[in-house]
Every structure is written in C-alpha cells, then in structure tokens.
C-alpha cells in the first residue's frame, strides 16, 4: 500500500473515533450508550481470541518455564538451606535440653555432697592403652591435677594432666586406678581397681573390681560402695557413688575376697561432669548415694480351705446317761 496523504488522513480519523467512542463508553460506565456495541465485539472476537489464547499460552508456559529455571533453581536451594538450618536448630535445642537436665541433676548430687564444683563437657576420648576422656575445662578455670571428677550418678575419674583450657581425666576403670573405697551400711575398707578399656573386653557391666582389706568382713550383693577419701581429698574426696556389688569370688589361696562391681556411671556414654576443685567440710559417708529401690514384694500366703469330717467317719455320739458297750460277758451267759 503506497503511504499518500488520503491513507494517513483516514488512518487518523479512526483513530480520533476510537479514541472517542473510548472516552464515551468509560464515562458512561454500565449506562454507556456503546454497552451494544461492546457486546457486539465480544461475541464476535471472543472465540477468536481464547482460540489464540489456548494455541500460545502453551508456548507462552514453556518459555517461562525455561527463562525462570534457574530462579527457581535458586529458591530451591535456599528452602534446602533453610530446612537444614532449622534442622539443626531443633537438635541444637534438643542436645541443650538433656545437658540442663543432666547439669540440674549434677548440681543435685553436689549439694548433697557438700562438693564445690565446676562443671565440664567431655569432648574427645582418649585412644591409647589408657582408659581416659578430655573435657573441656583447664588451668585458666582453676583446675588442677588429682581433682576428682564426677558425674551425677557418681565417681568418674581423677585429673592427671591439664592444659590452658582442657585437661585429661583417668577414668576409674583403668587398670592403673586404684581407690580407697568404704562398703555401705558396714563401712568396712577395701580397694576398688578398674579391669582395663571400660571392662568391655570380658568384664560386661562390672569394668572394677573391689578387695576388701579383712578376709572376714561380711559383704553380699547388692551392698554399695562409696569413696573413702585420700590424704589431704586428693586425689579422691569422700562420700562419692561408686556403684553396686554384683559378684563375690574367692579364690583358693587367697587372703581375701573380690567382689566384681557394677558402676553407677556409663563410662561409655560420659557428656556432662564436674571436677571438685573443694572438698566437702565433713565425710559425706553414704548420704549421696540414691534412695536404695523398694524391695520386690512377697507373695501372700493362701490358705487351703479346710474339709469337713465326712458322717461315716466321725464318731457319733452317745445319749446322756447311756452306758458303753463291753465285750466281756455278763454273769448270766
């Protein structure tokens, strides 16, 4: 089509009308006087346009999809990173939870003892022929070399080395631990030596073994044991839980007795401890052990239900003044 001044004129017309009859329908809002007109054109482009649509919005999706990939590529990761986070959050606060529980319980069997503590986390295990933790307390907390540790349940070890901020604990199961050590109820003495490796190489649940020093003392299961304490508290204070007889041998021979003792503390699964950095002003004796469990009880006694003398075998008995019968004869026979 050649562009002349005719074609331009006409293309402006339209456009001055259209923009007019625009003005016209949008004052007149639902009374517009083209509200005809308008119907008209939707019934007529309508179907036109949503075939349109239905043919492109297809290719439309498609290229967005593509175009926006990598965006939601990236809000993927981030929903994954903030998942993980939350995650780990949670067990954040779970692990938080159960160290205040053990702490609170720690800080129980402390005051019972009349111990003055501070309070540590085992961070690494020792991986020599040594039973032995790391915690996470050293010199600049006051700590010191042969300070008890303990646990809430009870005795854990002794500090023999110490650094600027961790120190070494020999455990009471290691073959070179040796403790004085008393017998609840008798406080009779012995001495309680750990078997070696946690007593998981054939020791099972009882990794210490106890002696008493008198062949004779009386000792049974069940019975517990306590610390007894060393020269000058250290490097044992007093009145500490050991833990429970659970086996009593004698060998031929020997002098004395060994009892085989099942522990109150997981040396296995040590997390929360305290070092007593001061000894308790008297001999906590047995008060820090726990309450001793109830006895299982007895069966009650049944009682038979008793029978009844049956008629044939009973006696009957004889009329007031009836005479015995005799087997001798009377004087007439």
Known sequence: MKDTRRTRAVLGALLVVALAMITIDYRGGADSPLGGLRGLGATVFGPVERASASVVRPVSDTF?????????RRRADQLERQNQRLREQLRSA????????????????AGMGGYKIHAAQVISAGQGFED?????????SGIKPDMTVMSADGLVGRITRVGPATSTVLLATDQTSSIGSRLEDSKE??????????????GGETPLRFQLLDAAAPIHVGQRIVTLGSQGQRPYVPGVPIGVVERI?????????TAYVRPFVR???????????????????????????PPPPSPSPTTSPTTSPSPSGSPKARPHGSKSPTTEPSAGD
């Open 189 to 202: 003495i012995g001495i309680t030596q750990g078997r070696g490796r946690r007593g998981l190489g054939g």
């Open 249 to 257: 041998e004698r060998a031929t021979g020997a002098l004395t007795r």
């Open 132 to 140: 032995t933790v790391t915690i996470d307390v050293g010199s600049r």
């Open 94 to 109: 779970r692990l938080d939870q159960d160290r205040s529980a053990q702490l609170k319980r720690l800080l129980g069997t």
């Open 64 to 72: 967005d999809a593509v175009t926006d990939a990598p965006g939601e």
């Open 267 to 293: 040396f296995t699964s040590l997390d929360v401890v305290a070092v007593v950095v001061a000894p308790p002003k008297t001999d906590p004796r047995d008060s820090v052990l726990p309450p001793k469990p």
